[in-house]
Structure formats: C-alpha cells, structure tokens
C-alpha cells in the first residue's frame, strides 16, 4: 500500500527519481519487477508495478471487448502507456506523450494510491485540492465506510 506524497522533479530526459521512502518500499515488495505507465486522463500518470498491473489487467479483461467503457480506457490506456524499468540510480522514464499532455516537468507531486503510485504537475495538483473540497455530501458517503 502507498501511502503519502513527496515533491519531487522530472528532469530534462523525463526521467523521475522516485523519491526514497517510495523506492525502499518498492525494493522490498517488487524487487526488480518492471513498471506499466499510464494515464486514464492524461493529466495524472499511474504507476504501477507489472505485478500490480497485470492484476489489474485480470479485472478488466472480465469486462466484454465490446463493452464502449472498456474500449475507451483501453484506448487511453495504450495510447498513454508504456513498459519501463528502473534504472541504476531510481528513475523512471515517463511516457513522452504523457509528460506533455499532463505538464509533467521540472516539479512534480508523487503520491500513492493504494498499489500503484500518481504523478501530477505540482501547481496543477494544489489548484485540484483547493477547488475540489471534500464535501458534505462527500463525507456522507465516506461515514458508509467507516471512513
């Protein structure tokens, strides 16, 4: 499970060290397991671990193909992804289209969601948090779960 957020930076090549609290897990849970890259809104990258990842793959491949839901996040799924490996010193290299799309260079926000990590631009990351408040309605939903 990851958890937290760190300010971390892409560099010119696209690459984005992940930050060290996120690499030690990652190093003790996946080892040297390879990563899927995407996005299903171009404005925020997911990473998840090929472990994690096919996992996932499991649960939508038990969708219909024909299914127009699962045709358009496999069409952004593709079209945003790609397979990468950690290099020696922590970096990833994020997908070209996808640093454009979703503005990611120079600062970024690496948080975790669940199994898998999400980059966003950090500017773009604090306007959605001030513009999206948890509302009343909100913690309705989330009291259902305990939460």
Sequence with gaps: ????????R?????????????????DAEYGADPFYITSRDGKTAEIFPMREWE???KKLAAMPSSH????????????????????GQ??????????????LIA???VHGSEVHLKVSNHEQ??????????TPEDQIELSKYDL
């Design 10 to 26: 892409v560099d010119e090549k696209g690459r984005l060290k992940l930050p060290a609290e996120f690499k030690r897990q990652i």
């Design 68 to 87: 127009p839901a699962k045709q358009k996040l496999l069409m952004r799924f593709n079209y945003f992804g790609q397979e990468t490996e950690l290099d």
């Design 107 to 109: 600062e970024v926000v």
């Design 1 to 8: 499970m990851f958890r937290g957020s760190h300010i971390t």
């Design 55 to 57: 996992q996932y793959e």
């Design 125 to 134: 990351y604090e306007r959605d948090l001030a513009s999206n408040p948890i």
């Design 90 to 103: 922590g970096r990833l290299l994020l997908p070209q289209v996808l640093r454009e799309k979703a503005n």
